[in-house]
């Protein structure tokens, strides 16, 4: 069968290609059976046939000339820009032209979690060319609904819904900050049904999980904060009598099958003249990780977003990403979005610079908002022109404050 194949590539490279590489006949041929069967190598081999005699001899320097994928550059794109773009269904982009360049690389074609196998190595194969910092969308490994964190986000939907009144009442006792966050995530809910989750819904997030932990921790007091841990599902319990209305309380968490053995604890109850119903929903609420929990939740989408860079064994897949003028290889992804359902991850470097760029504007906006304040300021009390008042404004300021916005400002 493996012969058939490979005598089947042969005859349907034309007279050129096979003129060409005829010092490497079985290695040239061997790299079309290194391709997935079916489009990958068709159109591959379809290339290769459409090709000029001078393109053909440019390719024929490059063919099996590196020995690790960390010898692969730019250039080497540019060079073989044809073969990168060579994309059919069960192929990416830059799959063909790895496999064309090493002898060992063998393509998985969609069958495994990774694109490329070198030796013992796997790599997730990534073009992103068109843009330097953009987030990178996973694949199925990156789906959402595969994660808890996601499923904890979904929860407090519902639980936002159902006891939306007793919340915004509650809220809207605390700061703008809090009274914000609430409002934000219930307008962004169906964005988040439909898959989207940006920084800003992170944000909100946060910040709601924080302010009701402190909320719980002001009614129950702060040890009595840390209950529904997981593993402990009742939080609650009603006790029935004869001729007596039947009762219920929250409880220290019990597994199910400590029931029989363990003391319940009775939690104290605490006057809820302020807040009204809200008595009755903290075990419900509690059972969010996150309102327990606010800081794992960035933890916990992290965590997910690393676990792309696992295979099915536990080996660790190394992830190559096409950028415009540079190839990173890394294994440190951090998350940076979700969209259409799936986790979004940046080299930590990319990251990283990011994040610096946005401290830098930070700074730059709040140096131009003083400045400009003392320069109002100065024209109110002075009637002195804009200009000049800019410049005694720019004098008292300082020159260490006037140099953050002027350097940042080119």
Wanted: positive net charge; proline residues 3%.
């Amino acid at each position: 069968m493996l012969k058939y194949y490979f005598e089947q590539s042969l005859e349907k490279l034309n007279k050129n290609v096979k003129k060409t590489f005829i010092t490497k006949r079985r290695q040239f041929n061997d790299f079309f059976m290194r391709m997935p069967e079916g489009l990958p190598r068709s159109e591959t081999i379809k290339l290769f046939n459409n090709l000029n005699d001078k393109d053909l001899i440019e390719y024929k320097k490059y063919f099996n000339s590196r020995t690790s994928i960390h010898d692969i550059s730019i250039n080497d794109k540019k060079a073989l820009h044809k073969l990168f773009n060579v994309s059919p269904k069960g192929i990416g982009k830059g799959e063909a032209m790895i496999a064309f360049l090493i002898p060992n690389a063998r393509i998985s074609g969609g069958s495994e979690s990774y694109d490329v196998t070198i030796g013992s190595k796997l790599y997730e194969i990534k073009d992103y060319s068109d843009t330097a910092v953009g987030a990178i969308r996973l694949g199925v490994k990156g789906v959402t609904t595969r994660f808890d964190f996601w499923h904890q986000l979904m929860e407090t939907i519902k639980y936002i819904d159902r006891y939306d009144n007793v919340l915004r009442d509650l809220f809207n006792q605390r700061s703008k900050k809090a009274i914000r966050s609430l409002k934000k995530i219930k307008d962004r809910k169906m964005s988040l049904l439909s898959g989207e989750f940006s920084s800003d819904d992170f944000e909100s997030y946060i910040n709601f999980y924080f302010t009701l932990k402190a909320i719980i921790e002001n009614y129950l007091g702060s040890e009595k904060t840390e209950i529904a841990p997981h593993g402990k599902e009742f939080t609650q319990a009603t006790f029935r009598g004869p001729n007596v209305k039947p009762e219920t309380v929250a409880i220290e968490p019990v597994s199910k099958s400590e029931i029989k053995n363990k003391k319940i604890e009775i939690l104290d109850k605490v006057k809820t003249k302020d807040y009204g119903d809200f008595e009755n929903i903290i075990p419900q609420l509690q059972r969010i990780k996150y309102i327990r929990e606010p800081e794992e939740l960035l933890n916990d989408i992290n965590g997910a977003a690393k676990t792309v860079t696992k295979a099915s064994g536990g080996k660790s897949i190394q992830f190559v990403v096409f950028r415009p003028e540079k190839i990173n290889i890394t294994t440190n992804l951090v998350y940076s979005g979700i969209s259409q359902g799936a986790i979004k991850v940046l080299e930590s470097t990319i990251a990283e610079a990011k994040l610096l760029a946005k401290q830098k504007l930070k700074i730059k906006k709040e140096a131009k908002t003083r400045y400009e304040k003392e320069r109002e300021k100065i024209m109110k009390k002075t009637g002195f022109s804009k200009a000049k008042s800019g410049k005694l404004a720019a004098e008292k300021l300082g020159h260490e404050h006037m140099s953050k916005f002027r350097k940042l400002k080119k």
